[in-house]
């Protein structure tokens, strides 16, 4: 069945070093990935998708990777900063369906 | 400013008074959603709406009613709240039909009943 988790629930690192998040999937039909950041007393907001004809995505500071292999997906934080604090979630979808399976999300913590 | 706006930001009410949660949103998006938050769970899809007037349930639908009158409205009603609907609620919007794009969420709607 349909199940998208997360390895870790909470995930701590030091200022300035890069963040990794990872994120497996179940459904060997899923072809669209999404994550979000949800910050304290907010919605999630968008940072990245990628669909399953890549399996590299870059944008500003993150990266998401998409092993279909192994039904994974990682985030990259680079040079992760205080305002990186969040949970983060990865959600999936597949063609034809009318939703998005989130996964339950990885709290990062920046240490100073 | 582009955003999705929910209202109350916090709500307590008792059992069997019926509720309404509202949601707006200012960019002419024609898919819209509400999502339910509870801790070890995740955001789990309650009704969406592909367009004005075409409604559909999610994956947890009972005890709920939705509407879409207009494209930038899409209420939620509770008409008998329990407490196991006791959530942090979420509307979200698209500008495509469906979820295979950035979805907007709004700020979140704390409802406790009791």
């Known amino acids: 069945g349909e199940n998208v988790g997360l390895h870790l629930p909470t995930l701590s690192v030091q200022e300035g070093d890069n963040s990794i998040i990872n994120c497996a999937y179940s459904?060997?039909?899923?072809?669209?990935f999404i994550w979000y950041k949800q910050e304290s007393g907010k919605g999630p907001q968008f940072i990245i998708d990628?669909?399953?004809?890549?399996d590299k995505r870059q944008g500003q500071r993150v990266t998401v990777l998409l092993n279909k292999t192994v039904k994974h997906l990682s985030l990259q934080i680079a040079a992760t900063q205080p305002g990186d604090s969040a949970v983060y979630f990865c959600?999936?979808?597949?063609?034809?369906?009318?939703?998005?399976?989130f996964g339950q999300g990885t709290r990062l913590t920046i240490n100073p | 400013e582009a955003q999705v706006t929910q209202n109350p930001r916090y709500l307590i009410t008792v059992t069997g008074k019926k509720l309404t949660v509202t949601c707006s949103q200012n960019m002419n998006h024609e898919y819209m959603s509400w999502y339910r938050q509870d801790p070890g769970l995740g955001l789990r899809q309650i009704y969406y709406?592909?367009?004005?007037?075409?409604?559909d349930k999610g994956d947890v639908p009972e005890g709920y009613k939705v509407s879409r009158k207009e494209k930038r409205n899409f209420p939620l009603i509770l008409e008998s709240p329990s407490p196991n609907q006791t959530s942090l609620y979420f509307c979200?919007?698209?500008?495509?039909?469906?979820?295979?794009?950035?979805?907007?969420f709004g700020n979140g709607t704390r409802l406790t009943v009791t």
């Open positions: 709406s592909m367009n004005v007037e075409v409604t």
């Open positions: 979200a919007s698209s500008s495509v039909p469906g979820p295979r794009t950035p979805l907007h």
């Open positions: 990628i669909r399953s004809n890549m």
């Open positions: 959600a999936e979808n597949h063609q034809g369906a009318q939703k998005l399976v």
């Open positions: 459904n060997s039909a899923s072809d669209y």
